[in-house]
């Protein structure tokens, strides 16, 4: 690292891998923006390094736009990092999986948004910020964009896949303005989105456990750091070996 403070801005910040990750990057003395639609615990106001959070939903059109102007008057300078972890796993109230024969489509509209389309909607407005930092973005995508998933469900796991796509194609794109973008691909790790039954997949992990926040959050940290400054277009699975069944 260099020594001028970096500047990390992560969404979804309140809870699971996105509180996981603000610790990560707040121990290395970052400097860290944040958004979630909740509002941060007591404690975390506490961390000298998490200089301003602001509480918007990312999945409403007004919110968003303010989320922007309010994140961009806190960046004066250089953005190094930026994560995409804001996301949403709608549920069927009766434990159903919610596929492609049922389901409401405003759900997957709803679910496209703010997993496909905010992540580039944020990329594209912090760009010139990011090329100013030749700073990373590192999208939070999902083991289910790789296969058919027992309890995520289709509108997400196509969201997720689609996520996989874009990270392809900006890493192509941010590459000219010096910014490297890569995705993170999480498996079965201990949030409050796991579903209840995840353990019955325990004997298809090879681990043999599910993983925990700080798994994800250490390899963000890496991809936004400069020993992955090689690394571009890639996506790293978080998965205790899952993905290998």
Known sequence: MSGERRVLLLTGASRGIGHATVKRFSDAGWRIITCSRDAVPPECKRDPNWSHHITADLGDPADLERFLTEAKDHI???LHALVNNAGVS???LTKERLGTLNGELEDWHRVFHLNF???LILSRAFAPALGRGKGAIVNITSIAGHMVHPFAG?????????LSALTREMAHDFAKIGVRVNAVAPGEIETAMLSPETEILLPRIPLHRLGIPSDVAGT???LCSDDAAYVTATEISVNGGQHIY
């Not at 289709?154 to 689609?162: E, I, R």
């Open 76 to 78: 004066e300078g250089p």
């Open 90 to 92: 709608p549920k069927s």
């Open 117 to 119: 389309f905010v992540p």
């Open 154 to 162: 289709s509108a997400y796991a196509t969201s997720k896949a689609a």
């Open 220 to 222: 963000v940290f890496f």
